[in-house]
């Protein structure tokens, strides 16, 4: 068995294909997978879940967008689970799908896993929305080229940004206001943030679609994920689909590939 992981800036998930795009998942804060404490604690949890034993895992195949936290889960697992093998989307695994952007090297590997996984689950052209750390969208060709994209400050950076930098405005966590209008400051805060970005995005995918509209034979195809889908997916009226395993979609599809030279 093959266990997937996606490290982002705020969380780990860890993802297990029971069948066919349905994952079993463990999350966990970013800053803590390099503590062996938690990280043992952790996965003995997960395991038990899935009715699984250490020793049925053949690989750990990560795809990270934190290369110091990748560093220290990989010297983690190699102590918990010491003959099993870590594979890293990068380094030992290349992501098989036509770069466009002008400096290949600066996409984040999240954003090429992303195009991967709807050029084999859903139609092209499309565009990929992340709901992460940051709110990426990025654009799929028709030919499956990932050919670059937008990236914004995401939902839990604006709410701190807020309370950083005002004397009297509170820090708060990420939840749905209770209506447009807030009629406190916590809620005229959470009204703002969210449905401020829910605007902003179905403004961004109109743009996107009037843009490439007579370089694409096909209309777009709008599909999100990230930590925060289930918030946004309330607010935003312009995506076509929300697809939360996403990302580890396209890491088990980026293992399979690998393995298989003929696709």
Known sequence: MNIFIDIGNTSTVFGFSKKKNNYAVLRIKTESISDLLVLKKETAAYLKKIKAKAEQIDNFVICSVV??????????LNKIFPK???LCIGRELKVKIKNKYRIPEQVGLDRLVNALAVKENYSLPALVVDFGTTITIDLVSEKAEYLGGVIIPGINLSLFSLHHHTALLPRL???MPKALLGRDTDNSILSGVFNGYAC???GLIDKFKQDFKLKFKQPIKVIATGGHLYL??????NIDVYDSALTLKGIEKAYLKSQDTRI
Request: hydrophobic share 35%.
């Open 232 to 237: 946004m997916k309330k607010l935003c009226n």
């Open 67 to 76: 290369p110091k936290a990748q560093t220290g889960l990989k010297k983690q």
């Open 200 to 202: 902003l995005i179905d």
């Open 84 to 86: 099993a093998g870590i």
């Open 173 to 175: 966590s990420a939840k």
